[in-house]
């Protein structure tokens, strides 16, 4: 799952967020300067990326993507599932989506000293351009995937990810409907099983 998954994946637990957010930039277990919750957070994160890595429906998706993006296929995947989420917000969340990001920001930039120093890097971009709600664009997602193919010390694929989006939409959206429902009740019962709290986290309307 990518950043808006994550974020929303949270519940309502602002340290949880912020060690959702962040995990990907803490190598290993050096974690233990970490408030508690945060911790629980990024063990969150990961379990949450064992689940959706080894689920059928995921997987279905990713294979697709092989041809184009070879090992890029999960971190495309990743990308177009929270496409999904954000243009179909409203099937999970009762806020606005732009609530949310504006909510997440927040947080995070009220623990910026702690954040690690790749997450410092980008979060001020990720703000201005409001990533979490523009990957319902499409244009932004094509910019966003070019961007990092640039990046990557070899070719990737990435930049022809959207148009493999545009040929199968239908098939990649049906896919993210199957399976997020299920990723949602799975993360809700991960947080439960972390913290012994609810976590406040259950579909929209």
């Not at 799952?1 to 959702?20: Q, T």
């Not at 429906?57 to 697709?64: D, G, I």
């Amino acid at each position: 799952m990518n950043f808006l998954a994550h974020a929303f994946l949270s519940g309502e637990r602002p340290d949880i967020l912020v060690g959702n957010f962040i995990a990907d930039h803490i190598p290993g277990n050096a974690f233990d300067h970490y408030r508690e919750e945060i911790v629980q957070g990024i063990q969150l994160h990961r379990r949450i990326d064992s689940f959706t890595d080894h689920h059928p429906v995921y997987l279905r998706s990713k294979r697709r993507l092989y041809r184009n993006q070879h090992k890029y296929a999960g971190v495309v995947a990743d990308m177009f599932y929270d496409h999904f989420l954000a243009t179909g917000w409203s099937a999970y969340s009762f806020q606005d989506l732009t609530e949310f990001t504006a909510r997440s920001y927040a947080i995070l930039m009220q623990n910026f000293d702690i954040l690690p120093a790749r997450t410092k890097r980008i979060l001020p971009y990720m703000m201005e351009d409001d990533w979490l709600a523009s990957y319902a664009n499409l244009d932004f997602l094509q910019q966003s995937l070019r961007g990092m193919a640039i990046r990557t010390p070899y070719r990737s694929g990435m930049e022809k990810a959207v148009s493999d989006l545009r040929d199968h939409y239908d098939s990649f959206r049906d896919e993210f409907r199957e399976f997020f429902p299920e990723l949602i009740l799975y993360a809700r019962q991960e947080i439960e099983k972390i913290t012994g709290i609810d976590s406040g986290t259950s579909p929209g309307p």
